[in-house]
């Protein structure tokens, strides 16, 4: 258990709404990610965080954006969702400050846009 | 770029056989191998990684995974199969890049029969 809390853990919205998901980590890593789940595409990352107001876009970072005003929270943002985006959304954090670190999952939030 | 590929979509197995989940990767540089396994409506758990020594890693659960340069594959391998078991099973290849971000497969879904 890497001490990783996930909110909501479900939410239901309509389209054109904004959602905001919140990632809470107790053990203060460095590094954090957002992770998108969607059947066969495995998981797919959106955004990063590298410390502290520092992030960085990945695989699928359109109509996403995120903030990290705290080291302990990492918040995830669709702007005006889509039925697109409706999808199991992972949070995980990177041990040590290697390339050689473990990444560790949150329970996810599963998010329904109607 | 990097890429994963679980040939598998679904695998079923009796209780008791032996398991051998495939995983085949393209990266350019020295690959970082992780076999994560996803219980339903659970977070991912990490089961074993590979970075660097002996091809063959173990891990949680009883399982293995063994290396192979040559063929690209890094194969997840139990000698007997319980039903607890039964999930969905990712392959990710990472390291080595800023952010350490992890390129996931597709996953294979695990059923074990009584």
């Known amino acids: 258990d890497a001490g990783i809390t996930q909110s909501p853990r479900h939410k239901v919205t309509e389209t054109g709404t904004p959602v905001t998901l919140r990632c809470h980590q107790t053990?203060?890593?460095?590094?954090m990610y957002w992770y998108r789940q969607d059947p066969g595409h495995g998981l797919r990352l959106i955004h990063y965080s590298y410390g502290v107001k520092d992030t960085d876009k990945g695989e699928v970072s359109d109509g996403y954006s995120v903030s990290r005003s705290k080291t302990e929270d990492f918040l995830l943002t669709l702007e005006s969702a889509t039925s697109s985006q409706t999808s199991v959304y992972f949070c995980?954090?990177?041990?040590?400050?290697?390339?050689?670190?473990?990444?560790?999952f949150g329970p996810g939030t599963r998010l329904t846009v109607l | 770029a990097q890429s994963v590929t679980q040939p598998d979509i679904h695998i079923t197995v009796s209780e008791g056989a032996s398991l051998e989940l495939r995983c085949n990767y393209s990266y350019g540089a020295t690959p970082y191998l992780f076999w994560y396994v996803q219980s339903p409506g659970q977070g991912l758990q990490l089961l074993l990684k590979?970075?660097?020594?002996?091809?063959l890693v173990q891990g949680i659960k009883g399982f293995e995974a063994e290396f192979k340069r040559s063929q690209s594959s890094f194969n997840l391998r139990k000698p007997s199969v319980h039903w607890s078991d039964a999930a969905e099973y990712f392959c990710?290849?990472?390291?080595?890049?800023?952010?350490?971000?992890?390129?996931f497969g597709g996953g294979t879904r695990l059923m074990v029969k009584p």
């Open positions: 990710a290849v990472g390291g080595g890049n800023a952010g350490n971000m992890l390129t």
């Open positions: 053990e203060n890593h460095r590094y």
């Open positions: 590979y970075f660097s020594g002996d091809t």
């Open positions: 995980a954090i990177s041990t040590g400050t290697g390339s050689t670190d473990t990444q560790y």
